[in-house]
């Protein structure tokens, strides 16, 4: 009698349907915006990560097309061999601008980035700490280096200090990991804690700029310029594929920390170059960021706005705490969520409910951009009301 060793995967499935877990992809068929076509209805998006709207900006679509009428649509291996190309090295150049350190490695994604990063800088004679809510990526990134990993109670300085105490000497390096905005919350780490411990503990710090980039700080360099923490030691690591409308990560640091991870990092080596649609589209949108300032500004408007409409309409509603543009309105359980995002689609609005396992409780996920209108506000406030 034969056994099919793949019949656990039914079973799964249906646990996940049970659950409420189950997920599926949704199709967007029109340029990213403030408005989109979502499986043939025309929708209010607030589930984008496109803060500043430059995605479908058209100065960015013809950098886009111009490098890949140059350079081809691939870049056809990796940096090392036939992928680099002078325009992934401008990149990088104009990325440690913004950020000010003093170079920058460019990854083909984000998640590649903290893969490689944490597993080529600390080993099985480590420890990381880890923010509890951090993203899947400096998670993974952690489990795969071997290091001995502790996780903290969610931005818990005090937690913190005490691992720190209780752990540190027994180790030959120490990481702190933290995401600067919560991707599913919205709220801060708090940095410069943080920085003053890993200072006092001889501890490295990698902080995930992914949600901060071109949205924080005066330049929009991120939550690190936020806090006024640009010159202190550290490890950047962001995405290209947020604010800035492109696809692939960046790791921003010292030129020491850099020439290592370009000998290091086997999700840099082993992995084909970003292509150069996706290089140029991010050099012109760091461009946008740094010339066009009032992005950010109505980026914030819309943020306040937003924040005092549900304050004043739907004072029973809970927000949670958020300082970036990721507004998060939990609610009671996963049926209550689903129930509620169904509804505001029905009513034009797409905001995702965001449930277990990825978040501890259930919530919708709104996510605001430079290009919503005050109309667009209001109208998520009326659905919400009658959801």
């Given at each position: 009698m034969s056994i099919d060793p793949y019949a656990w995967i039914e079973p799964s499935l249906t646990t996940i349907h049970r659950a409420d877990w189950y997920r599926f992809a949704q199709t967007i068929s029109s340029l990213p915006g403030a408005v989109v076509q979502l499986e043939g209805k025309t929708v209010i998006n607030f589930a984008s990560n496109d803060y500043l709207g430059l995605a479908s900006d058209r100065s960015v679509i013809a950098a886009a097309i111009a490098a890949t009428e140059e350079f081809g649509t691939g870049s056809t291996g990796s940096r090392l061999l036939s992928g680099h190309r002078q325009l992934h090295r401008e990149l990088e150049k104009a990325i440690a601008s913004l950020k000010q350190t003093e170079d920058a490695l460019v990854f083909s994604s984000g998640y590649l980035a903290n893969l490689g990063a944490i597993a080529s800088i600390v080993g099985k004679?480590?420890?990381?700490?880890s923010d509890r809510y951090n993203h899947s990526s400096l998670k993974n990134g952690a489990i795969l280096s071997g290091a001995k990993i502790i996780d903290?109670?969610?931005?818990?300085?005090?937690?913190?200090?005490n691992h720190l105490k209780q752990q540190r000497e027994k180790y030959r390096r120490c990481l702190i990991i933290t995401d600067?905005?919560?991707?599913?919350?919205?709220?801060?780490?708090?940095?410069p804690e943080i920085l003053d411990i890993a200072e006092k503990f001889h501890s490295m710090v990698l902080v995930d700029e992914a949600h901060a980039t071109g949205v924080l700080g005066k330049k929009g360099?991120?939550?690190?310029?936020?806090?006024?923490?640009?010159?202190?030691?550290?490890?950047?690591?962001?995405?290209?594929?947020?604010?800035?409308?492109s696809l692939g990560g960046y790791i921003a640091g010292s030129s020491?920390?850099?020439?290592?991870?370009?000998?290091?990092a086997p999700t840099w080596i082993y992995t084909t170059g970003l292509s150069p649609a996706d290089t140029a589209a991010a050099l012109e949108a760091i461009k946008i960021v740094q010339k066009k300032p009032e992005l950010r500004t109505q980026l914030w408007h819309n943020i306040d706005t937003l924040k005092q409409l549900i304050s004043q309409e739907l004072p029973n509603l809970k927000l949670l705490p958020s300082e970036s543009a990721i507004l998060c309105l939990q609610l009671k359980d996963t049926a209550t969520a689903l129930?509620?995002?169904?509804?505001?689609?029905?009513?034009?609005?797409?905001?995702?409910?965001?449930?277990?396992?990825?978040?501890p409780t259930s919530r919708i996920r709104i996510s605001l951009m430079a290009t919503h209108q005050i109309s667009h506000l209001e109208k998520l406030v009326t659905a919400l009301k009658s959801s």
């Open positions: 004679r480590d420890l990381i700490l903290y109670p969610h931005c818990n300085i005090i937690e913190l200090q600067t905005v919560f991707s599913m919350d919205g709220d801060l780490c708090p940095l360099a991120g939550c690190v310029e936020h806090f006024h923490s640009t010159h202190r030691p550290l490890i950047q690591i962001g995405t290209l594929s947020k604010a800035l409308g020491t920390l850099i020439d290592f991870l370009r000998n290091r129930t509620t995002a169904i509804k505001l689609k029905e009513a034009g609005i797409f905001a995702p409910a965001i449930r277990p396992p990825t978040v």
